[in-house]
T-cell receptor, first 113, second 110 residues
Framework: DSGVTQTPKHLITATGQRVTLRCSPR?????VYWYQQSLDQGLQFLIQYYNGEERAKGNILERFSAQQFPDLHSELNLSSLELGDSALYFC????????????FGEGSRLTVL | AQSVTQLGSHVSVSEGALVLLRCNYSSSVPPYLFWYVQYPNQGLQLLLK??????LVKGINGFEAEFKKSETSFHLTKPSAHMSDAAEYFC????????FGTGTSLTVIP
């Protein structure tokens, strides 16, 4: 158990819909990362937050947004969903220090029909 | 800029044989290097981490990796493969951000 909790574990929805994925980081970790993993694109970095502030942005679509709340949990919002958004979405957390390892959650599997 | 390249997206070994998964890094500063493993339908787990304390790093499940600055490599090895080692393996380099390789799928043949 990494200590990182993601909900929901599975989600099935239709094209055009909006979903929210939630992540609770490990106790004490200030930094949260979001990744998308699909068969054709591998593990793609989406966005990173540190103590409530956006720190880095990767290949995140404009239809996607995220935030980190004062209690340090984070949410990833995916809107106007397309078939191609079907993927595993991982949250990871770290203390935030350079070189610190990431601890991954079990992921949220999104299926868009 | 920092990056890692994993050579070989698929590796097959026989049970009991040596496992060698290759990773080369690019970094303008002394790197922090990691190997993660992902079992089916699970998140990534840390196997081992290099932070300049020692060039040979031992990890969990009998895996180890050697940092070679002259070759900019951080290859992962295990002397004897076990069926339970079948998984996806990711190399990563970290500075201000984490950069993951494209992964290597390890198949162990009984």
């Amino acid at each position: 158990d990494s200590g990182v909790t993601q909900t929901p574990k599975h989600l099935i929805t239709a094209t055009g819909q909006r979903v929210t994925l939630r992540c609770s980081p490990r106790s004490g970790d200030l930094s949260v990362y979001w990744y998308q993993q699909s068969l054709d694109q591998g593990l793609q970095f989406l966005i990173q937050y540190y103590n409530g502030e956006e720190r880095a942005k990767g290949n995140i679509l404009e239809r996607f947004s995220a935030q980190q709340f004062p209690d340090l949990h984070s949410e990833l919002n995916l809107s106007s969903l397309e078939l191609g958004d079907s993927a595993l979405y991982f949250c990871a957390s770290s203390e935030g220090d350079p070189g610190g390892e990431l601890f991954f959650g079990e992921g949220s599997r999104l299926t868009v029909l | 800029a920092q990056s890692v390249t994993q050579l070989g997206s698929h590796v097959s070994v026989s049970e009991g044989a040596l496992v060698l998964l290759r990773c080369n890094y690019s970094s303008s500063v002394p790197p922090y290097l990691f190997w993660y493993v992902q079992y089916p339908n699970q998140g990534l787990q840390l196997l081992l981490k290099y932070t300049s304390a020692a060039t040979l790093v031992k990890g969990i499940n009998g895996f180890e990796a050697e940092f070679k600055k002259s070759e900019t490599s951080f290859h992962l090895t295990k002397p004897s493969a076990h069926m339970s080692d079948a998984a996806e393996y990711f190399c990563a380099v970290a500075g201000n951000q984490f950069y993951f390789g494209t992964g290597t799928s390890l198949t162990v043949i009984p």
